[in-house]
């Protein structure tokens, strides 16, 4: 199973993510501490389904 990463759009498999973020009942897999702060200031940006 893979996830991408809303921010810069990289494939993550589950043990490459560096934070999950949930945002109205939907979670957000990250990779790395920018993508995660990015997601942070602006999550509506983000918001849509991959």
Known sequence: MHYIDPVCK????KKQEYAIK???GQS???????CSE?????????MKKY
């Open 28 to 34: 957000f897999h990250l990779c790395c501490q920018m």
């Open 10 to 13: 990289k494939k993550l498999h």
């Open 38 to 46: 990015m997601f942070e200031k602006d999550p509506n940006r983000y």
């Open 22 to 24: 949930k945002v109205n």
